[in-house]
């Protein structure tokens, strides 16, 4: 991209920081985002760090992320959607990134941050403390990744399963981005290994709760309601 292109990026970046940051003060918390909240503060004040008596149905990583600013900012509601807006900000240059190395073109890469950025769907739940920002931004992040190191790839696509397990239905796409790549077996190993720390962390912390598969059989239990 040029210096222009990236000067313009960065201005859509904080048009996009300036539209969602009253989104985080604004509302009381929908119900699922009042449980997550909930769920983040009994780790924060170490009551129950594993979860182990709460009815927990999803991976836990943002319930972990949202405990981390509790400490910082004390038990308010916007601390627990810091992280989404955080997140949802930085997804802006990162869709301008994912456009680039499609494209090769520096204005589709700005329009691009720019159309997320004026969305109102994302602007709307930027801000909250809902699953779904955090795990798109390590889908997005996963795919920016992928081209030249494989090994972060895995790791941020591991995140995003430890995020909400519908990060799965991301495969295919990755898979086909790595196919138009021309990737190794060799560059697929390194994928792998990077893949291998979140789920063994994911897999060790649902063990420790409740035994193994307990997590995935709450998650089935629970789908659609």
């Not at 909930?38 to 709460?54: E, H, K, M």
């Not at 941050?113 to 709307?124: C, K, N, Y």
């Not at 519908?166 to 981005?177: F, I, K, M, N």
């Amino acid at each position: 991209m040029t210096r222009q292109q990236r000067i313009a990026l960065g201005g859509i970046t904080w048009m996009a920081l300036l539209l969602r940051l009253p989104g985080l003060f604004a509302n009381t918390f929908a119900a699922d985002e009042a449980l997550f909240a909930s769920w983040a503060r009994w780790i924060a004040v170490w009551r129950d760090p594993l979860l182990q008596g709460q009815p927990v149905d999803k991976p836990p990583l943002l319930f972990y992320t949202q405990a981390l600013f509790y400490p910082l900012f004390g038990p308010v509601t916007w601390a627990a959607r810091l992280p989404n807006l955080l997140a949802s900000v930085l997804l802006v240059p990162l869709v301008a990134i994912w456009a680039w190395r499609l494209y090769r073109d520096g204005k589709t890469a700005v329009f691009a941050a720019l159309f997320l950025a004026l969305s109102p769907l994302a602007i709307q739940f930027s801000a909250t403390a809902f699953i779904d920002p955090l795990l798109i931004f390590w889908l997005v992040t996963a795919v920016t990744q992928q081209p030249r190191r494989p090994f972060a790839s895995g790791f941020l696509f591991g995140l995003a399963v430890a995020s909400k397990y519908q990060a799965v239905l991301w495969w295919p796409l990755l898979a086909l981005l790595a196919w138009q790549q021309g990737w190794s077996w060799a560059q697929w190993r390194r994928w792998l290994a990077g893949l291998l720390p979140p789920l063994a962390a994911l897999l060790l912390w649902s063990m420790a709760r409740s035994g193994m598969g307990a997590l995935w059989s709450a998650q089935m239990q629970n789908y659609g309601g």
